[in-house]
Structures are given as C-alpha cells and as structure tokens.
C-alpha cells in the first residue's frame, strides 16, 4: 500500500510539474521567436528602404555594400528581387524552400508576420520578406534568411534549465511523498506489527499511538482496547480451567479412596461394576490432569527452559521394552532443544508406545533442528491427521485405548509456544510420523 500511494502521489506531482513546466517552456520559446522576428524584421525594413531608395536612384552600390557587409558579419543571406521577381542583388547562401511563396506575399504588400516557433529541434534557420515601396508604389521585395541558432541555444538553455528544476523538484516531492504515505501508513503498519505478534502467541503485544492521521490513531486505541477485552476473556478461561482442573484433583483423589475402602464390602455380583467405575474414575483423573496441564501451557510456563534431548528420551527404553516394542534413539549428544520440545517428544512417545503392537518399531531422531518420532503401528488416515491435532479428537478405531484425547492438542500448543511447527506424517509402509520443526535461531 506504501508504493501505491507513492505512486499515486508522484504520478499527482508530474502531472503538477509538467503542468507549470511545459507552458513556461513553449511561453519562452514563442517569446525568443518573437524577439528574432522584431531584430530581423527590423534589419529587413531598414535593407527595404535602402533597395526602394535605389531603385528610385537606379544606383545598387550603396545597397550591394550594406548586404554584403551585414552578410559577412551576421551570416545572414540577404536577397533583393524587384517587382518582376527578378534578382537584383544577392549576398550570402539562401537554402529556403518557400521563398517563392515569402516573395509572392511580400509584392501583396505583406510583411512576414510570424515565425516557425524556435526550439532546440529546429528551425536552424528562418526566412523574413518585406515589401520595398509604400502602399500600391512597391519597387521590389527583400528577403532575408538568419541564423535562429543563437535562438535556439537560447531556447534550449531554458528548457534543460527548466528541466533540470523539474527533476530536482521531482525529487524533493518524491521524498516528500514517501515521508507523507510512510506518516499515513504508520498506525497500518503499527497494526500488523500487532496483530502479527498476537497471531503468533504474544497476547500482551499492543499498539504504540501518536503518529500518523488522527482517525487512524483511534483506530489503535480502539484496537488496543479490543485487544485487552479479548486477553482478559481467554486469560480468565485459562485460569478457569487451570482453577477448575486443580480444585477437582483432591476430590477425585478422595473419590477413589473411598471407593478403594468400599471394596471388601461389595458383593460379588458387583465386583464388575465397581471395576468399571474406578475405570472411569481413572479416566477422569486423567482428564482432569491433561486439562491442567494444557491450561498451564497456554499460560506460558517452562518455555523458556532448555534440557538435554537424549537423557531426557533415554528413560523410555524400559517403558518399551515391557511392551516388547523396539525403541531406536537417533540423537547427537549434548543435543539441547527447549524444554517445550523435549515435551513434545515425550507424548508422541506416549502415544506411540500406545497404538504400536508387541515386536514393533519407534524411531526417535533428531537432525538440523527437526525432532522426528516415527513408529510402525496401523497410523491414522489423511483425513484424521488433519483433525488429531484437535482438542478431545479420538479415532474411531481405538476407542478402547486409554487417553484423553488432548494429548496432540497439548503437543501443538507446546509446540507454539517455542516457535516450533507441528506435523503429523505418513510413515512408510504405514505407520505415523510426528515431526517437529524447531525455529531456526
């Protein structure tokens, strides 16, 4: 938008430019035409008196030496014709093409009225008649034909004067019109600075007013503001759920206990019952934990820390090697991520160790920034990959496995909060990679 406006403006500033230029050029350079036809008019009146004297005299030389030395010192062609058209004296080279037509109009008693206006481009030279006689007793006709390169150096002085101010003012209102579309677009470019940070996760992120037009300036106070209401209603969810979560972890911590004590008093017809609700009883503490610890990532905690990948993996060979699933850890020493990552790592383990049967593979790698997870268990369909990352998303085929379905959506919101991208990937023949793209620093 800052180019357009640039654009538009500097195409604005030409047209102004050319608008003031343009006629100040061709007023100059009707004026230098002008000038010349009245000095060389003049010249030719006087040279039509001396050929008109002469010819009442019938007596040239006078006349033949005043052509000759005004030829000789100004380069001028000087001809005199009388009534008939005939040459009666000539000085200097004529090269014209009209001068028939200038001589037909001189004998009518016509003076030369007006040049072809002079510009750098031409005329090099121009051609004046004048009558020589008065009124109805004309002896004859003078020709003149002068340089107008003089005229045109004048001409052109002007115009590239002329030219060269147009560009320096070009330039100045070019600046100027970068300045003014910069001073407009601030409070723009302020917002998408803002709204970029808070797309990005930086919720506190807000607008920074006082430059630029007065409208715009409210609109980020006003966005500001929305911005706070909009913070405030989700920081106040998240503290609901991380309030809600905790607050419920002791009373299903007791629920259970007392269910546990409830057992040697049961019957045995009720021993099933009481089976399946410590199983959901399970499954709700579960739920009740993944929804904290979601809440407390959305918050922001731990994504600062660093830890050691391999230590930090190592500890899941025993969990493996109890389910007889083979574990391949693939990761430099002293490989450092943050601790948002190692996280990440840890559930798609977990959920790997879930879904691969007994003598499968997991392979864990970590190569130029890109934590890899990737197991040979039945995998998920395109169409279910796309929606796993989703909060409380279970597939339908393993409805029977244990979890809270958050685990993923846990996974991508730690995975945002250090910068990193997310994918869930095919595996080759089949099976389900979990890649993780760290932030390059």
Same mark, same amino acid.
């Given at each position: 938008?800052?180019?357009?406006?640039?654009?538009?403006?500097?195409?604005?500033?030409?047209?102004?430019?050319?608008?003031?230029?343009?006629?100040?050029?061709?007023?100059?350079?009707?004026?230098?035409?002008?000038?010349?036809?009245?000095?060389?008019?003049?010249?030719?009146?006087?040279?039509?008196?001396?050929?008109?004297?002469?010819?009442?005299?019938?007596?040239?030389?006078?006349?033949?030496?005043?052509?000759?030395?005004?030829?000789?010192?100004?380069?001028?062609?000087?001809?005199?014709?009388?009534?008939?058209?005939?040459?009666?004296?000539?000085?200097?080279?004529?090269?014209?093409?009209?001068?028939?037509?200038?001589?037909?109009?001189?004998?009518?008693?016509?003076?030369?009225?007006?040049?072809?206006?002079?510009?750098?481009?031409?005329?090099?030279?121009?051609?004046?008649?004048?009558? &020589?006689?008065?009124?109805?007793?004309?002896?004859?006709?003078?020709?003149?034909?002068?340089?107008?390169?003089?005229?045109?150096?004048?001409?052109?002085?002007?115009?590239?004067?002329?030219?060269?101010?147009?560009?320096?003012?070009?330039?100045?209102?070019?600046?100027?019109?970068?300045?003014?579309?910069?001073?407009?677009?601030?409070?723009?470019?302020?917002?998408?600075?803002?709204?970029?940070?808070?797309?990005?996760?930086?919720?506190?992120?807000?607008?920074?007013?006082?430059?630029?037009?007065?409208?715009?300036?409210?609109?980020?106070?006003?966005?500001?503001?929305?911005?706070?209401?909009?913070?405030?209603?989700?920081?106040?969810?998240?503290?609901?759920?991380?309030?809600?979560?905790?607050?419920?972890?002791?009373?299903?911590?007791?629920?259970?206990?007392?269910?546990?004590?409830?057992?040697?008093?049961?019957?045995?017809?009720?021993?099933?019952?009481?089976?399946?609700?410590?199983?959901?009883?399970?499954?709700?503490?579960?739920?009740?934990?993944?929804?904290?610890?979601?809440?407390?990532?959305? &918050?922001?905690?731990?994504?600062?820390?660093?830890?050691?990948?391999?230590?930090?993996?190592?500890?899941?060979?025993? +969990?493996?090697?109890?389910?007889?699933?083979?574990?391949?850890?693939?990761?430099?020493?002293?490989?450092?991520?943050?601790?948002?990552?190692?996280?990440?790592?840890?559930?798609?383990?977990?959920?790997?160790?879930?879904?691969?049967?007994?003598?499968?593979?997991?392979?864990?790698?970590?190569?130029?920034? +890109?934590?890899?997870?990737?197991?040979?268990?039945?995998?998920?369909?395109?169409?279910?990959?796309?929606?796993?990352?989703?909060?409380?998303?279970?597939?339908?085929?393993?409805?029977?496995?244990?979890?809270?379905?958050?685990?993923?959506?846990?996974?991508?919101?730690?995975?945002?909060?250090?910068?990193?991208?997310?994918?869930?990937?095919?595996?080759?023949?089949?099976?389900? +990679?979990?890649?993780?793209?760290?932030?390059?620093?």
């Amino acid at each position: 938008m800052n180019s357009r406006l640039v654009v538009t403006f500097t195409t604005l500033i030409i047209f102004v430019i050319a608008a003031m230029a343009v006629p100040l050029g061709l007023a100059y350079a009707s004026h230098r035409t002008n000038r010349l036809l009245l000095d060389r008019r003049a010249d030719a009146t006087r040279f039509a008196e001396l050929a008109d004297q002469a010819a009442r005299d019938d007596d040239h030389t006078s006349l033949i030496a005043e052509i000759s030395r005004y030829s000789d010192l100004y380069g001028a062609a000087v001809r005199v014709r009388d009534r008939d058209g005939s040459v009666v004296v000539t000085a200097g080279l004529f090269d014209a093409e009209d001068e028939e037509e200038a001589v037909r109009l001189a004998l009518s008693g016509r003076t030369t009225e007006d040049l072809p206006t002079i510009s750098p481009f031409g005329p090099s030279r121009v051609l004046l008649a004048e009558p &020589a006689g008065r009124d109805a007793q004309l002896s004859g006709v003078v020709l003149l034909e002068a340089s107008a390169d003089q005229a045109r150096l004048d001409v052109t002085l002007v115009w590239g004067a002329l030219a060269v101010g147009a560009l320096i003012a070009l330039g100045y209102s070019v600046l100027a019109a970068r300045r003014l579309a910069r001073w407009i677009l601030r409070p723009v470019t302020e917002l998408d600075r803002t709204t970029q940070a808070i797309a990005e996760g930086h919720l506190d992120a807000r607008a920074h007013p006082g430059v630029g037009p007065t409208e715009l300036q409210r609109l980020e106070e006003r966005f500001n503001a929305m911005a706070d209401a909009v913070s405030g209603a989700m920081e106040r969810q998240r503290a609901f759920v991380a309030d809600a979560s905790h607050e419920l972890r002791t009373p299903l911590t007791v629920l259970g206990l007392r269910l546990e004590n409830l057992e040697p008093h049961l019957r045995q017809e009720g021993t099933a019952e009481f089976e399946e609700a410590m199983g959901e009883l399970d499954r709700l503490a579960l739920l009740v934990e993944d929804l904290l610890a979601l809440a407390r990532v959305e &918050a922001g905690a731990a994504k600062e820390k660093e830890t050691e990948l391999e230590p930090r993996l190592a500890v899941w060979r025993e +969990v493996y090697a109890a389910k007889g699933v083979t574990l391949h850890i693939d990761i430099p020493e002293m490989s450092v991520v943050p601790e948002a990552a190692a996280r990440v790592a840890d559930i798609a383990l977990d959920n790997a160790q879930k879904f691969v049967p007994a003598d499968g593979t997991v392979t864990a790698s970590f190569r130029d920034g +890109v934590l890899r997870v990737a197991d040979d268990g039945p995998g998920l369909a395109e169409e279910e990959r796309a929606e796993a990352l989703g909060r409380f998303w279970r597939s339908g085929a393993h409805a029977n496995v244990p979890g809270s379905g958050l685990g993923l959506a846990i996974a991508a919101e730690l995975a945002k909060s250090c910068g990193a991208t997310l994918s869930l990937l095919p595996a080759t023949p089949h099976g389900l +990679v979990v890649e993780l793209r760290l932030a390059q620093p």
